[in-house]
């Protein structure tokens, strides 16, 4: 329903989207945007006679602004906080944002930050118009008005929502044919995953998203691949998903007896003893690539096994380390309480039996709600944690931020409270540079002090498999996920 300055493409690269044409200064402090032209707001009783007008760089001020704006509260406000000019006394400057004219704008930093484009192709910054919010107030969420290549019909939460074509939508395909091709689209939002998956099966679905765990026999061998009965009968899309899936250790105190699991030796051994290929095969037939080469998963660009000594599976090692540590095949280790979710259990019944078997190690389960799990965590409650970290944006310095030292929870992303000062100094230093050999040396140096200090376990790298109908055409995903409809068609 919405387009911003930039998009991410399939393969997460930024691409202009209404931004026409965009300088940088050679500081890299000030962007500098002309937007395109004839770009019209959805129809809406938000604007006089219903009719959506030209989007203009006001528009652009006004929701960037918005983001900031303490009285709207806006989830995405960490966007721009900590990168937009700020005055002497660090209150936000008044022109972080300026329209220079009718269609071109500048935005001006307080530091250098060579993922602001890839922020600019988030969610969160893209346009909308102060009519619509001035108009329906808190209810603004139910009568989104973009520029998008559809706008929303209908919308029962938790249940359906039904967007129909924008038949003023600005793009067009490469024989000129205007955008999009489908005149509507529904989504059902189902949580009996199982359901779901037979109404695909009986055809009342034409594409689904998230597989069930339960069902991933049907769709994959054990070795990751696809079933050919279900290939023949369906169209099938498993592609990597920039998650990293690990288990995390709190790093606040220094007594190691009373917690063996600040001894550096014994989060190795741990780690050592995970039979990664083992755990893919048997809890998620196949799906995700080992997590072996560090902690920046394998779809991110700057991504390189070579660079980075990760933990392979060698019980003899691990063994080693732990008798190093003083508990030689287990004997004086406590027994330790891993905290998870309700949905993950499984897995983490999976990593008990390993770390018993191979290391006479005990530890005990405890499963929570979700929401209570990650309030546990983020408060520091939860001394050993199962843990997932999705990007917000394709770039490793979002992997990297949450080792930080600055960004602690629970205000920040860092759950293991891990400070180094070798990597706040690598962290700094990468954010400082345009030169993207630089960076990614900086990146993949980080990279091997967290395969080293060990503050998070890494497990897998997540895939993502995507079902459609054959006749479903042109429907696009990227490794974010993002489903792509523009071009989306249904053959005759």
Same mark, same amino acid.
């Given at each position: 329903?919405?387009?911003?300055?930039?998009?991410?493409?399939?393969?997460?690269?930024?691409?202009?989207?209404?931004?026409?044409?965009? %300088?940088?200064?050679?500081?890299?402090?000030?962007?500098?945007?002309?937007?395109?032209?004839?770009?019209?707001?959805? %129809?809406?009783?938000?604007?006089?006679?219903?009719?959506?007008?030209?989007?203009?760089?006001?528009?652009?001020?006004?929701?960037?602004?918005?983001?900031?704006?303490?009285?709207?509260?806006?989830?995405?406000?960490?966007?721009?906080?900590? !990168?937009?000019?700020?005055?002497?006394?660090?209150?936000?400057?008044?022109?972080?944002?300026?329209?220079?004219? !009718?269609?071109?704008?500048?935005?001006?930093?307080?530091?250098?930050?060579?993922?602001?484009?890839?922020?600019?192709?988030?969610?969160?910054?893209?346009?909308?118009?102060?009519?619509?919010?001035?108009?329906?107030?808190?209810?603004?969420?139910?009568?989104?008005?973009?520029?998008?290549?559809?706008?929303? *019909?209908?919308?029962?939460?938790?249940?359906?929502?039904?967007?129909?074509?924008?038949?003023?939508?600005?793009?067009?395909?490469?024989?000129?044919?205007?955008?999009p091709y489908i005149d509507a689209v529904?989504?059902?939002?189902?949580?009996?995953?199982?359901?779901?998956?037979? %109404?695909?099966?009986?055809?009342?679905?034409?594409?689904?998203?998230?597989?069930?765990?339960?069902?991933?026999?049907?769709?994959?061998?054990?070795?990751?691949?696809?079933?050919?009965?279900?290939?023949?009968?369906?169209?099938?899309?498993?592609?990597?998903?920039?998650?990293?899936?690990?288990?995390?250790?709190?790093?606040?105190?220094?007594?190691?007896?009373?917690n063996p699991l600040l001894n550096l *030796?014994?989060?190795?051994?741990?780690?050592?003893?995970?039979?990664?290929?083992?755990?893919?095969?048997?809890?998620?037939?196949?799906?995700?690539?080992?997590?072996?080469?560090?902690?920046?998963?394998?779809?991110?660009?700057?991504?390189?096994? !070579?660079?980075?000594?990760?933990?392979?599976?060698?019980? !003899?090692?691990?063994?080693?380390?732990?008798?190093?540590?003083?508990?030689?095949?287990?004997?004086?280790?406590?027994?330790?309480?891993?905290?998870?979710?309700?949905?993950?259990?499984?897995?983490?019944?999976?990593?008990?039996?390993?770390?018993?078997?191979?290391?006479?190690?005990?530890?005990?389960?405890?499963?929570?709600?979700?929401?209570?799990?990650?309030?546990?965590?983020?408060?520091?409650?939860?001394?050993?944690?199962?843990?997932?970290?999705?990007?917000?944006?394709?770039?490793?310095?979002?992997?990297?931020?949450?080792?930080?030292?600055?960004?602690?929870?629970?205000?920040?992303?860092?759950?293991?409270?891990?400070?180094?000062?070798?990597?706040?100094?690598?962290?700094?230093?990468?954010?400082?540079?345009?030169?993207?050999?630089?960076?990614?040396?900086?990146?993949?140096?980080?990279?091997?002090?967290?395969?080293?200090?060990?503050?998070?376990?890494?497990?897998?790298? %997540?895939?993502?498999?995507?079902?459609?109908?054959?006749?479903?055409?042109?429907?696009?995903?990227?490794?974010?996920?993002?489903l792509i409809l523009e071009k989306a068609?249904?053959?005759?």
């Amino acid at each position: 329903m919405y387009n911003g300055l930039f998009n991410f493409s399939e393969d997460l690269h930024v691409h202009p989207e209404l931004a026409e044409a965009y %300088d940088i200064s050679e500081d890299g402090l000030t962007y500098t945007f002309k937007i395109k032209e004839g770009v019209y707001l959805h %129809d809406d009783q938000a604007f006089e006679n219903g009719r959506g007008r030209e989007v203009i760089a006001e528009d652009f001020v006004y929701t960037y602004k918005r983001l900031l704006d303490s009285r709207v509260k806006a989830k995405g406000a960490w966007v721009f906080a900590d !990168k937009v000019k700020r005055g002497p006394n660090g209150a936000l400057a008044n022109d972080w944002i300026v329209a220079l004219d !009718k269609y071109r704008i500048k935005i001006t930093l307080s530091r250098r930050f060579p993922a602001f484009l890839q922020i600019l192709a988030m969610p969160f910054t893209k346009v909308i118009p102060k009519e619509a919010e001035q108009k329906y107030g808190l209810d603004f969420r139910k009568h989104p008005v973009g520029t998008g290549p559809f706008m929303l *019909k209908y919308w029962r939460e938790k249940e359906r929502l039904i967007l129909i074509k924008n038949p003023r939508y600005w793009k067009r395909d490469i024989k000129n044919r205007p955008l999009p091709y489908i005149d509507a689209v529904e989504a059902l939002f189902n949580e009996d995953k199982a359901k779901a998956f037979l %109404d695909f099966e009986k055809g009342f679905l034409d594409f689904l998203t998230n597989i069930p765990i339960a069902q991933l026999p049907r769709v994959l061998n054990k070795n990751g691949s696809t079933r050919l009965d279900f290939k023949s009968k369906y169209g099938i899309e498993k592609k990597p998903y920039i998650l990293t899936e690990y288990i995390g250790f709190l790093l606040e105190g220094t007594d190691q007896k009373t917690n063996p699991l600040l001894n550096l *030796k014994v989060r190795k051994a741990l780690s050592y003893a995970i039979n990664r290929e083992y755990l893919l095969s048997t809890i998620r037939n196949g799906l995700g690539t080992p997590g072996k080469h560090g902690y920046i998963p394998d779809a991110i660009s700057s991504y390189d096994a !070579k660079y980075i000594d990760g933990y392979t599976y060698n019980i !003899k090692k691990a063994q080693k380390l732990l008798q190093g540590a003083g508990y030689p095949l287990g004997r004086g280790f406590p027994e330790i309480t891993l905290n998870t979710y309700n949905t993950d259990k499984a897995l983490c019944t999976f990593l008990q039996k390993q770390w018993s078997q191979n290391l006479g190690i005990k530890v005990k389960v405890v499963a929570n709600q979700f929401a209570t799990h990650k309030d546990k965590v983020d408060q520091g409650k939860a001394r050993f944690f199962r843990g997932s970290w999705r990007a917000d944006y394709p770039d490793a310095e979002n992997f990297l931020a949450m080792f930080y030292s600055k960004n602690e929870a629970p205000a920040g992303p860092n759950k293991t409270r891990f400070k180094d000062a070798t990597f706040d100094k690598l962290f700094v230093e990468s954010q400082e540079t345009d030169n993207t050999f630089t960076r990614y040396g900086n990146y993949h140096a980080m990279d091997q002090l967290i395969i080293d200090k060990v503050p998070v376990i890494v497990l897998y790298y %997540d895939e993502v498999v995507n079902l459609r109908q054959k006749n479903i055409t042109g429907l696009k995903t990227n490794t974010m996920n993002t489903l792509i409809l523009e071009k989306a068609d249904i053959k005759k």
